[in-house]
């Protein structure tokens, strides 16, 4: 069993930064990806971005050039800088991670506003 222990978000001023950290724990023989998703309420959940085990980065187009992600792979962590956040980056943000033996598996999620 895999447990994703989550960590940043907040409240930040348009303009403004966050940084958000995912732990993957359990026992995990391979980390295929790691990242995150994004929930605004009444919609549907949307993919940021991830990073692979070789440590290749993709991003949504809405946040492209604004998140970056990074990992950490011996500890099996990802963060997600967020720079330049605007009002519709608010959202709930769920750490997401395809591993071996595990599959797919979700966090519980953190909020993130940006409002001024």
């Known amino acids: 069993q895999v447990q994703l222990v989550e960590s940043g978000g907040g409240s930040v001023q348009p303009g403004g930064s966050l940084r958000l950290s995912c732990a993957a724990l359990?026992?995990?023989?391979?980390?295929?990806?790691i990242g995150w998703y994004r929930q605004r309420p009444g919609e549907q959940r949307e993919w940021v971005a991830h990073i692979v085990e070789d440590g290749t980065a993709s991003y949504s187009g809405s946040v492209k050039d604004r998140f970056f992600i990074s990992k950490d792979g011996t500890h099996n962590t990802a963060f997600l800088q967020m720079t330049n956040l605007k009002p519709e980056d608010s959202a709930v943000y769920l750490c997401?991670?395809?591993?071996?033996?595990?599959?797919?598996?979700w966090g519980q999620g953190t909020q993130v506003t940006v409002s001024s």
């Open positions: 359990g026992n995990i023989e391979r980390l295929n990806t």
């Open positions: 997401n991670t395809r591993s071996w033996p595990h599959g797919m598996t």
